[in-house]
């Protein structure tokens, strides 16, 4: 069978799953795609896409002739035989990821040998190998996906590498998997399935660890009068290390960091090793987010009564995610201290009112602002970079101190203006 005749199932209809789906279909597959909830089901039908993603909705409405949903698990085994599992693998209380939808998933298939599974879902090393046990006529295929959210289209048509690990039995099957990516002539790594689901794991644990290392550098740099964009500048000039990820913050979160981290962590300690680096990874990025209500306290004192204003909900610009958003951890805590928070985003706050607790969610950045003793900038949306700082909003505040969380604005500009103005890292 010829790639471009292949037909695709996916399993989940979720971000990864549509994102998967949407594109196969775009580079001209038939694609089925199943999800549970019938109401998603049906909206997707109609072209409408419930996520923000840029680009996922004109693909999506773009390939409806080929991108066919349904509720049904039949109907993606009678339309395909490459079944890739997208669906959720969330943390659980312990840090371990909970497979209990793909169990759910494996519990609809039988074992038919036409048929295998493509692991898209992030699972712990060893999955694999437990799933081939279990079912040992179905084919099993890891294809880990490293889609950012925001670019994730663009991610998925122009990948840096795919991995795709599978063992003998399945050879053929990953064979199939390879040909479907062949038309984005990225270098494809065929290898084991546990060094797949590693491969995984490993990649985003060192970006979270390169991430947590410059807040370090940012904390000291603080202390010893160094500017932590001077020196990620020069640090990354070297080809060794190189220029991303190596933008200092209030702590990374997501969907994928904190979830992936944890997990790793969990499955070494659960090995027996325990993975001292990434227990200090995780605590540098509680500790961004402690110091950012420090910085707020050295300027206002006690913080009760206060009225903070957090600029950025979701957890990165260009997504409505907050799943994991520092912005929840940081209003929790202001509350905590006393403080009244308000909040704004422009595309998150419908999603995050619920998780707010009793935060006030503001309609625009002004009305955050307005009479605010203190605002923190959370998300560096670029709308934030054409606020007059100088004329309303110094107007309106009505203590004008910023706590810039992204490095994102002029620093000396805003001081020029009047603000108290604290980045991360500018010593
Ligand atoms: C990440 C991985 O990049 C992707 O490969 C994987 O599939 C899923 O997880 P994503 O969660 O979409 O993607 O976000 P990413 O752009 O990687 O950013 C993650 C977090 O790190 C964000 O909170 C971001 O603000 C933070 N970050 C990123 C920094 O604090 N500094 C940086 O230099 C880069």
Redesign the pocket.
């Known amino acids: 069978m010829t790639a471009d005749r292949e037909p695709v199932g996916v399993i989940g209809a979720g971000w990864v799953g549509l994102v998967t789906a949407a594109c196969f279909a775009r580079l001209g597959h038939e694609v089925h795609c199943r999800d549970i909830v019938s109401e998603k089901v049906e909206a997707l039908r109609r072209g409408e896409v419930p996520i923000y993603e840029p680009g996922l909705a004109e693909l999506v409405r773009g390939a409806r002739d080929r991108l066919h949903f349904t509720t049904e698990m039949a109907d993606v085994l009678a339309g395909a035989e490459l079944l890739f599992c997208c669906v959720d693998t969330p943390p659980t209380y312990s840090g371990d990821a909970d497979l209990s939808r793909v169990e759910a998933v494996l519990d609809e298939l039988g074992d038919s040998d036409r048929h295998a599974l493509v692991m898209k879902s992030t699972v712990p090393v060893g999955t694999g190998r437990w799933i081939e046990r279990r079912r040992p006529e179905l084919g099993y295929v890891s294809n880990p ?6 670019t994730a289209v663009d991610d998925f048509m122009h990948p840096d590498r795919v991995v795709i690990g599978s063992g003998e039995r399945s050879a053929r099957f990953a064979d199939r998997v390879a040909a479907l990516y062949e038309p984005q002539g990225a270098t494809i790594i065929r290898t084991d399935v546990a060094s797949a689901e590693m491969i995984k794991l490993a ?2 644990a060192f ?1 979270a660890t390169k ?1 947590s290392f410059i807040n370090e550098i940012a904390n000291v740099s603080e202390e010893l009068g160094a500017d932590v964009t001077e020196v990620a500048r020069g640090m990354g000039l070297d080809e060794r290390i190189g220029p991303q ?3 200092a ?1 209030i ?7 904190p979830k992936d981290v944890s997990a790793l962590k969990q499955l070494a300690g659960n090995s027996g090793y325990h993975f001292q680096l990434l227990t200090a990874v995780i605590e540098v990025n509680e500790l961004q987010k402690r110091r950012t209500v420090g910085k707020l306290q050295k300027h206002l004192g006690s913080l009760v009564g206060k009225e903070i204003a957090l600029l950025g909900v979701a ?2 610009p260009d997504t409505d995610d907050v799943r994991e958003a520092t912005s929840l951890v940081l209003a929790a805590r202001l509350r905590s201290e006393g403080a009244h928070v308000r909040v704004y985003d422009p595309v998150a706050t419908e999603r995050s009112r619920d998780l707010l607790g009793g935060a006030t969610v503001a309609e625009s950045a002004l009305e955050a602002l307005d009479g605010a003793d203190g605002a923190v900038l959370v998300t560096e949306w670029p709308e934030f970079r054409e606020l007059d700082w100088a004329g309303s909003v110094r107007e309106r505040m009505a203590n004008p101190l910023l706590v810039d969380g992204r490095n994102f604005l002029d620093g000396d500009a805003l001081r020029a203006a009047g603000f108290a103005y604290e980045g991360i890292g500018r010593g």
Do not use: H, V
């Open positions: 996906e490293f889609l950012k959210e925001g990649s985003n970006l991430i990820f190596l933008r913050g702590g990374y979160g997501g969907s994928c960091f957890f990165k």
